[in-house]
Antibody, heavy 120, light 105 residues
Framework: QVQLQESGPGLVKPSGTLSLTCAVSGGSISSNNWWSWIRQPPGKGLEWIGEVYRSGNTNYNPSLKSRVTISVDQSKNQFSLNLNSVTAADTAVYYC?????????????WGQGALVTVSS | IVMTQSPVTLSVSPGERATLSCRASQSVSSNLAWYQQKPGQAPRLLIYGASTRATGIPARFSGSGSGTEFTLTISSLQSEDFAVYYCQQFNKWPTFGQGTKVEIK
């Protein structure tokens, strides 16, 4: 059973950088899966931020592309999200997640989520 | 692609049937998934490919549709089914509907 666990600061200052890591257990980050970050502002819907493959190839939401970096660390079996120049609008629960094999972009495994608040 | 779900809230009695709708602003073929989300939890995959139940999902959940119109049906609501349901298209850059809350009538 694949498990994903987000970690990182729960509070980020405006204009700062939000950084989260997702540790994968029960499976390998080097498998034929893409790995995603999805966020959900409090009381609102879901937004797909971006995704990374074991090779380091990435795809980003066009609306966030200029501020987002997603990377993979095969040696640690984890992947990471960096979002810079944050504002209060970036306050959300951030989920790391796994797509099924062969680049089919829905999510079969989710992390529990990490609330990140942007505030001074 | 904009995904629009209706209704926003659905009030249903336990044991009754619930029908949730999801409309895409352009065709997504059968590249559609449904998720269930309970308060404080991550979403859970219910349906993918518009009509295929995910592993471990009870048969009372069924999905149908293709192109721009999709339906999630819960044949007989159980207490654990009261939650928010999201559709998501994956034909192009993935986008989600705004959700339908299924509440106890």
């Amino acid at each position: 059973q694949v498990q994903l666990q987000e970690s990182g600061p729960g509070l980020v200052k405006p204009s700062g950088t939000l950084s989260l890591t997702c540790a994968v257990s029960g499976g390998s980050i080097s498998s034929n899966n893409w790995w995603s970050w999805i966020r959900q502002p409090p009381g609102k819907g879901l937004e797909w931020i971006g995704e990374v493959y074991r090779s380091g190839n990435t795809n980003y939401n066009p609306s966030l592309k200029s501020r987002v970096t997603i990377s993979v660390d095969q040696s640690k079996n984890q992947f990471s999200l960096n979002l810079n120049s944050v504002t209060a609008a970036d306050t959300a629960v951030y989920y790391c997640a796994r797509q099924p094999p062969d680049f089919i972009r829905y999510i079969d495994y989710w992390g529990q989520g990490a609330l990140v608040t942007v505030s001074s | 692609i904009v995904m629009t779900q209706s209704p926003v809230t659905l009030s249903v009695s336990p044991g009754e049937r619930a029908t949730l709708s999801c409309r895409a602003s352009q065709s997504v073929s059968s590249n559609l998934a449904w998720y269930q989300q309970k308060p404080g939890q991550a979403p859970r995959l219910l349906i993918y490919g518009a009509s295929t139940r995910a592993t471990g999902i009870p048969a009372r959940f069924s999905g149908s549709g293709s192109g721009t119109e999709f339906t999630l049906t819960i044949s007989s609501l159980q207490s654990e089914d009261f939650a928010v349901y999201y559709c998501q298209q994956f034909n192009k850059w993935p986008t989600f509907g705004q959700g339908t809350k299924v509440e106890i009538k």
